[in-house]
């Protein structure tokens, strides 16, 4: 076992385990997001919405992640710059990046999962919360952001922890469109010294500490909401 | 953009055309993915009897296996069992004076994602084993039924209905993860797709068609695991 490629690779370890967290807070962040709409569209009355985020759960739940970040990558990237206007605009820079591609991919992904978990939650809000909240005289936009969203939310937490560790376990993949996070830089390591396990084993090491602090972050969030079982 | 004509052209299963890689490539994940849950299914049930019933260092060593596996990303896993797998074997087989020998692809994967699916049944295995009511179990000790009578005669009837929805999950989850064999370098579906289109430069076509096939098994695999739930369960009374 030799260790002694940390020194002179630290910065570029410390950049990729910076990318790593920024990707896993980005898509759990704007994921989160989407998926409220995709619940609140599969359990409302509108059937063209309910279809729409029905198919898009099917399709990002049924398909591998590697499919959509090349499909996202080289599909959609290859056909960016012939959209009119685009090329000039602030974005482009940021578009031609990989880093673009693979935050979109993972973002999408954990929408369909999250939006999946909150609609089965949505659904697990006891009915006589919501009639009385309608019986005090809320309207029905009111309900959903004063108790239905809130306690599906609350009901969700803790599958949401679970969910964020498969995402963080998740983003190595995007090494594959050359975003050097931690695990790029592992494989750039690799590449350079011809080490193979020490640097896969400093990543999996970074990973599991992290886990571990995801856990128990949100083991801290689920005690201070305050719940009457 | 394209003709649709051109479109059947590239996707036509003769050589010209690229479905026929691609549907090889859809043979080979099916075959990883059955490999490997077989594989994990196996690990799977040493794993929970062993947690469940075994002495204090296996069950330490299980621990390990279960929480180490399943907190590493699956990719990192992936890579470093295959290299770690084909070099030990290499090393063993040199030290018995046998020369190195070239590892087939198709095993390496099988035995790489079983190990990791492995983890994963243990604890669905265990938690199946454990929702079944303590009662039946001391009833079949009463009858004076040997432990191996007890596992097939009560254990594993009563273990597969509760088992189900996690082999389901499981099943999809390890067709998802076959496509991370490609970073390995072994030809499955999402390999031969890229492989296509890299050829072609059809991103879009080829990997859509990719995702399409990805999409039929597990809508497939989805109807019948509620088909096999279904059957096992029967004579239940339902939950709700």
Request: charged residues 10%; aromatic residues 12%; hydrophobic residues 55%.
């Amino acid at each position: 076992m030799d260790f002694s490629w940390i020194i002179p690779y630290r910065e570029l370890l410390l950049n990729g385990a910076l990318l790593t967290c920024m990707l896993l807070v980005i898509s759990v962040v704007l994921g989160f997001a989407i998926a409220i709409f995709l619940a609140i569209a599969q359990v409302g009355n509108n059937p063209v919405l309910r279809v729409a985020a029905k198919s898009y759960c099917t399709f990002f739940r049924g398909t591998p992640l590697l499919i959509q970040l090349w499909l996202i990558y080289y599909g959609l990237g290859s056909y960016l710059p012939y959209i009119p206007g685009l090329k000039g605009s602030f974005l482009w820079p940021l578009m031609r990046e990989g880093l673009f591609f693979a935050a979109v991919a993972l973002t999408l992904n954990f929408a369909a999962y999250q939006g999946e978990i909150l609609r089965g939650t949505l659904l697990a809000v006891p009915k006589g919360e919501l009639e009385a909240a309608l019986a005090v005289g809320m309207r029905p936009s009111m309900v959903l952001r004063r108790i239905w969203l809130p306690r599906a939310i609350r009901i969700g937490l803790p599958t949401f922890a679970g969910e964020v560790i498969l995402q963080l376990k998740a983003t190595p993949i995007v090494f594959s469109v050359t975003v050097m996070d931690l695990y790029g830089a592992a494989y750039k390591i690799r590449q350079d010294t011809l080490l193979v396990y020490e640097p896969l084993i400093l990543v999996a090491a970074f990973y599991v500490a992290l886990t571990f602090l995801i856990t128990q972050v949100f083991q801290r969030l689920e005690n201070a909401v305050p719940a009457r079982r | 953009m394209n003709s649709s004509n051109s479109i059947f052209q590239l996707l036509s299963i003769t050589p010209p055309g690229w479905g026929g890689v691609l549907l090889t490539g859809a043979l080979a994940t099916l075959l990883i993915s059955f490999g490997a849950y077989l594989v994990g299914m196996a690990l799977g049930l040493f794993g929970a009897l062993g947690k469940l019933g075994g002495v204090g260092p296996i069950r330490l060593a299980l621990n390990f296996y279960t929480t180490v596996v399943r907190a590493v990303p699956e990719l990192v896993l992936i890579v470093a069992l295959y290299y770690a797998g084909t070099d030990g074997l290499n090393r063993v087989l040199s030290w018995a004076g046998i020369g190195p020998v070239e590892v087939n692809g198709l095993v390496a994967a099988i035995a790489v994602l079983g190990f990791v699916q492995g983890a994963y049944m243990t604890e669905v295995l265990r938690g199946a084993i454990l929702s079944i009511p303590v009662g039946q179990l001391e009833a079949a000790k009463a009858f004076g039924m040997r432990p191996a009578l007890r596992f097939r005669r009560i254990i594993l009837p009563s273990l597969i209905p509760n088992a189900l929805p996690g082999f389901a999950n499981l099943w999809l989850s390890v067709i998802k993860d076959s496509a991370l064999i490609a970073v390995v370098g072994y030809q499955e579906l999402a390999l031969a797709a890229r492989v296509a289109a890299s050829n072609t430069k059809q991103y879009m076509l080829f990997f859509l068609a990719a995702a399409a096939l990805y999409l039929a098994i597990t809508i497939i695999s989805n109807l019948l695991f509620s088909a096999l739930e279904a059957h096992f369960r029967r004579g239940q009374r339902p939950i709700h």
